[in-house]
């Protein structure tokens, strides 16, 4: 937008959200948004491959 960016925000099952961020905790990652951009970038091929 012409304010910028907006605040997404992501709900995810309990057991998803305790694997995601030990996933983010491993990485050394203090934000969820890094840790995701992360994921996307290893699952390229398979999501292109989709």
Same mark, same amino acid.
Not at 1 to 7: A, C, M
Not at 15 to 29: E, H, N, P, S
């Given at each position: *937008? #012409? &304010?910028?960016? /907006?605040?997404r925000?992501? /709900?995810? #099952?309990?057991? *998803?959200?305790?694997?995601? @961020? +030990?996933?983010? +905790?491993?990485?050394? @990652?203090?934000?969820? #948004? &890094? ?6 970038? &290893?699952? &390229? ?6």
């Open positions: *937008t #012409s &304010k910028g960016l /907006r605040d925000r992501v /709900r995810l #099952s309990v057991a *998803t959200a305790i694997q995601f @961020y +030990d996933v983010q +905790d491993r990485l050394g @990652y203090d934000q969820p #948004s &890094k840790a995701v951009e992360w994921l996307l970038k &290893k699952a &390229k091929a398979a999501i292109d491959d989709l």
